[in-house]
């Protein structure tokens, strides 16, 4: 994986990052996943994050945190954003119908076309919340099965903000599936910052807000 910003390159545990290593060859350098900072930088932030061609990119957090957009704006590769998925529903549903009674439909279309995508060797970019370990195990099984590597990009965002994004989008989640998403991301940034990295994922990569906004483009190395 590099990370490129204005000539300099971020370090993982005292080791330079190369600026053309890919992370599993970084990974295979250092004997262990790589896990990366990128919080609190105060401008520094790399504005690129490139993996390499094939991989799959998971970029987790807070619902309203700002997933979405980082996507939609930086993202290369095949994306695909469940945010996408729900809106070409409501597009279609009556508006008086509330969005829970189609909702399992939403997520069983989100989950055919991750599939596809996984499938067709492409490099991807998901949005997923982080909250359901048994996606993570999926999509690790599915990047080992075509000789990749899994990376999550996670997004550590306020509650208090990412509550204000959800306002701002018009779609307040529940107070009961908030929670649930706080623990969920919680444990992530938790054992990030303690040095642990989900089983079969080769990299984490931790933003706060600035360094999401710095970002030009999440996207892949050339095969």
Excluded: N
């Amino acid at each position: 994986m590099t990370l490129q910003h204005s000539g300099a390159y971020a370090t993982t545990a005292g080791v330079p990052a190369q600026p053309q290593m890919p992370v599993r060859g970084l990974r295979k350098a250092l004997g262990v996943p790589v896990l990366r900072d990128l919080r609190d930088r105060s401008g520094r932030s790399p504005r690129r994050l490139m993996f390499a061609a094939g991989d799959v990119v998971v970029v987790s957090g807070l619902p309203g945190s700002g997933k979405s957009t980082l996507i939609r704006r930086a993202a290369s590769g095949r994306r695909i954003d469940s945010q996408d998925t729900r809106d070409r529903w409501d597009a279609r549903m009556p508006a008086f119908l509330p969005y829970g009674v189609y909702r399992p439909l939403v997520r069983i279309a989100h989950y055919t076309g991750l599939r596809r995508a996984l499938r067709s060797g492409e490099s991807v970019v998901v949005h997923d919340c982080g909250t359901q370990a048994w996606v993570r195990r999926w999509l690790a099984r599915e990047a080992r099965r075509r000789g990749r590597a899994l990376h999550l990009v996670l997004l550590d965002v306020p509650p208090k903000v990412a509550r204000q994004g959800q306002r701002e989008r018009g779609r307040d989640v529940s107070g009961y599936a908030f929670a649930r998403h706080r623990r969920g991301v919680g444990r992530l940034i938790g054992d990030a910052e303690s040095g642990r990295v989900p089983s079969g994922v080769s990299s984490v990569v931790l933003l706060d807000r600035d360094a999401a906004t710095v970002l030009s483009r999440v996207g892949f190395l050339e095969g």
